[in-house]
Nanobody, 125 residues
Framework: VQLQASGGGLVQPGGSLKLSCAASGVTPNSVSIGWFRQAPGKEREAVSCISFSDGSTFAQYSLADRFTISRDNTKNTVYLQAYRLKPEDTAVYYC???????????????????WGQGTQVTVSS
């Protein structure tokens, strides 16, 4: 599986941003796609993930009111819409692929997780 993340950039506090993750080399219904982020000096954390097959989702509780994940099966693409961004949301955002049941296990990553390259999101005035 190959994952291409895009959509990062510089945004002012309170602004919005939409990230995209295009998947190729995989049958969509055989994977879930997740978004993760890693800020400087901090551990990588899960933001949200979604199953292509049934649309089930998982979202980190503390971020769920500002980050929304969605999918377009016709484009093999998963989106992460971010609202009311804060400076502490500044991080490299990664998309990754794992099993269709990934949302049911809280998007926990492991040896089978396939990572795409990151896209930088900077929230600053």
């Amino acid at each position: 599986v190959q994952l291409q993340a895009s959509g990062g950039g510089l945004v002012q506090p309170g602004g919005s941003l939409k990230l995209s993750c295009a998947a190729s080399g995989v049958t969509p219904n055989s994977v879930s796609i997740g978004w993760f982020r890693q800020a400087p000096g901090k551990e990588r954390e899960a933001v949200s993930c979604i199953s292509f097959s049934d649309g089930s989702t998982f979202a980190q509780y503390s971020l769920a009111d500002r980050f929304t994940i969605s999918r377009d099966n016709t484009k093999n693409t998963v989106y992460l819409q971010a609202y009311r961004l804060k400076p502490e949301d500044t991080a490299v955002y990664y998309c990754a692929a794992d099993s269709p049941r990934w949302p049911r296990v809280g998007c926990r990553w492991g040896p089978e997780t396939r990572w795409g390259q990151g896209t930088q999101v900077t929230v600053s005035s």
